[in-house]
């Protein structure tokens, strides 16, 4: 079957330029803040019913992996996320492209986002039913733990100022709570409007607060003297970034794509958890955290690498298991239904073709991406040369399709505008963004599992004992939560003998 | 500015959490089989709770930082608009507004008069003192929407308004 599967990939011509051409979509989709790789598998699936099944799904394969990667573009370019996936690509990436070193920043963006998704697929290879099993052990005790673990990172996140990280992290959660309630689907905060039932989307708040404000910030500096930043031919050398760059990013990738497939394993966290995760991991043990955010490679790395090894994280419980993480792997699930594979714990022996397929898929879309990024990098950067004048409200009427494509509703155009005013608000009122996504993600999933826990502990008091990895978590979150305000206790009292 | 920065966003805070707590009356709670003292309201009402007592923490910092003279003005160090003309003095309350004049047009005009419309004004505001190209605004406001309605409308059939627009 092995056999099978990957010459059905590598020995058919047809299905490797269809790779090649999925990336490529994929990438376009995910370089458009608005257009997301979920987006791009769902037009693209009723093209796959008169393909055979390994082609259609190589196809959707190839689409998802360029939509996750193809983020880090306008992350970097642009301090827009293409997609909810690198949004921690911005925090250092964007500083790197204002020193003019928007070359090394894509560089290390790209080859770091390939080898977080070889990472991945070969975890997914190597362990996919071990894996699975452990993911199956999750249940709302260990959810809630995680989501609370999580959030805990917003004070590790937001630095010196933890009171406005706090803040801007509620009031993510907060927006997350309108619509109908887990469990019992009250209507909450919907003012009368039927629209308000589904809540908000991810995508308006994400072009809402970083879009928006993004073209009212420029609005802003209009007067000011504009920096160019580059003019004339680029230069790369290699692959942008040295090898002595390269060994020293060795363990932060390593804990990167851990983290990355870690979080990816375990449904309905994503990307974007986990790029922040990664990032705020590695910035703790860094030896120079102070500089994180300032433009230097390790928060590049930590992001693109995370988000892209969730990729194979992501596909191990939707094979082994038939439970898809996410919007795109709920769509891959259904492929595979159309193209009759069984996902589940029988797929190996009933499908096992098409699963080793998948494994090739991943692993010819990921060279796919990696040529056609390094290939386009010198294009990409000329984006930096259009006058911010002509490329932010083109871009702003993408961000305006995207809003609307995700739903076709005219109120997520509504939403995005009013986000963008928040987040043009919140910016004066220095509050930050990226705790506002890690808030406006994980409140529900805490909020689902810790009702459901409650359900648990309301029949048997003692129930929480019977979860180790959730008591785990939480022991974790404590210990981490003691340092890091000792820490910053620390340094504001140091700054205040200095001053 | 940065001397009020803290009592403005601590205030805004304060009255976001406010309004936010105050609308969880309206959640209605299950009482059915199965209900538990952890209800629809439960969490919105610790988050309410901790965003208005975060935003008191705030308050009583700037408070006590303002009795130290702990904030020093900074408006000296921030650029001047004064002397610039009114639409870059006014680019941002413009922008604003055209965004909120996009969003109320778009489902009568349809998506490609309100981006033409759209990109024209936003290009004009954005662009610096002594770069104002009107005609090349023009062409890029007219072609930048006709040719994204092609690509998405007929070649990856996502529907966008049409409007008043005949096709």
Same mark, same amino acid.
């Given at each position: ?69 193809? /983020? ?36 290390? /963006? ?26 199956? @052990? ?198 595979? @239904? ?63 399709? /995207? ?5 076709? %509703? ?16 919140? %910016? ?33 008091? @003692? ?37 | ?167």
């Amino acid at each position: 079957m092995f056999i099978e599967g990957f010459s059905a990939v590598f020995g058919n011509p047809m299905t490797v330029v269809l790779i090649f051409f999925g990336v490529a979509v994929g990438i376009v989709f995910g370089a458009i803040p608005g257009l997301t790789a979920t987006m791009a598998v769902v037009m693209f699936l009723p093209l796959t019913y008169t393909m055979s099944p390994i082609m259609g799904i190589a196809l959707l394969i190839a689409l998802y992996i360029g939509g996750t990667s193809g /983020g880090l573009i306008s992350a970097i370019l642009l301090n827009i996320p293409g997609t909810p996936s690198s949004v921690a690509t911005c925090f250092d990436g964007r500083p790197l492209a204002l020193k003019g070193e928007a070359p090394k920043a894509l560089g290390i /963006g790209i080859f770091y986002s390939f080898i977080g998704t070889i990472f991945g697929v070969i975890v997914m290879m190597l362990l996919a039913p071990i894996v699975a099993n452990i993911a199956i @052990m999750f249940g709302p005790f260990e959810y809630c733990a995680l989501a609370i673990f999580s959030l805990s990172l917003v004070i590790m996140l937001t630095g010196k100022d933890m009171i406005r990280g706090l803040m801007a992290a509620l009031i993510g959660m907060m927006l997350a709570t309108a619509g109908l309630a887990p469990i019992d689907s009250a209507r909450r905060f919907t003012f009368g409007n039927a629209q308000m039932n589904s809540g908000f989307q991810l995508l308006a708040v994400l072009i809402g607060l970083y879009a928006i404000s993004e073209i009212l910030g420029a609005a802003e500096d209009v007067g000011k003297p504009q920096a160019q930043i580059y003019k004339g031919k680029v230069k790369i050398k290699g692959l942008g970034f040295s090898m002595n760059e390269f060994r020293s990013q060795i363990s932060n990738f390593l804990y990167s794509a851990a983290i990355g497939t870690g979080i990816g394993i375990l449904p309905g966290i994503g990307g974007g958890t986990a790029g922040m995760l990664s990032y705020t991991f590695v910035k703790n043990k860094s030896k120079y955290p102070e500089k994180f955010g300032t433009g230097v490679i390790d928060g590049v790395v930590a992001s693109e690498t995370s988000n892209n090894a969730c990729i194979g994280g992501a596909l191990i419980p939707l094979l082994t298991l038939g439970i898809p993480g996410d919007g795109t792997t709920a769509v891959l699930l259904g492929a595979l @239904m159309v193209h009759n594979v069984a996902a589940g714990p029988l797929i190996f022996q009933k499908n096992g073709a098409v699963v080793y397929a998948i494994y090739a898929a991943m692993i010819i879309g990921s060279i796919a991406m990696l040529v056609i990024e390094y290939a386009g990098i010198r294009g990409f950067i000329k984006v930096l040369a259009i006058p911010k004048q002509f490329l932010l409200p083109v871009v702003m009427v993408l961000c305006f399709v /995207g809003a609307f494509g995700n739903s076709n %509703r005219l109120f997520d155009i509504y939403c995005t505008v009013g986000f963008g005013i928040l987040a043009f608000l919140m %910016r004066k009122g220095g509050l930050p963004f990226p705790p506002v996504i890690l808030g406006f993600i994980l409140g529900p999933l805490f909020e689902s599992n810790f009702r459901r826990a409650s359900q648990f502990i309301a029949i048997d008091p @003692m129930a929480w004992t019977a979860h180790p990895i959730a008591i785990a978590f939480i022991v974790i979150t404590v210990v981490l939560l003691a340092l890091n305000i000792r820490k910053i206790i620390k340094n504001s009292k140091k700054e205040e003998k200095a001053v | 500015m940065r001397k009020y920065k803290d009592l403005i966003t601590g205030l805004a805070v304060f009255f976001l959490s406010l309004f936010y707590l105050i609308n969880i009356r309206s959640v209605r709670v299950f009482t059915g089989a199965g209900a538990t003292a952890i209800n629809a309201r439960t969490i919105p009402l610790i988050e309410g709770s901790l965003l208005m007592l975060l935003s008191v923490i705030m308050l009583i910092r700037y408070g006590i930082n303002a009795r130290r003279g702990g904030y020093v003005s900074e408006s000296g160090k921030e650029d001047s608009l004064d002397g610039q003309p009114l639409r870059i003095r006014m680019a941002v309350p413009l922008t604003l507004c055209l965004l909120l004049i996009y969003v109320l047009a778009i489902g009568r005009l349809g998506f490609v008069l309100t981006s033409i419309i759209y990109l024209f004004f936003q290009i004009i505001i954005l662009s610096p003192n002594g770069k104002i190209r009107v005609p090349f605004a023009a062409v890029i406001a007219v072609i930048a929407p006709v040719i994204i309605y092609l690509v998405f409308v007929y070649l990856l059939n996502v529907p966008l308004p049409r409007g008043i627009m005949p096709f």
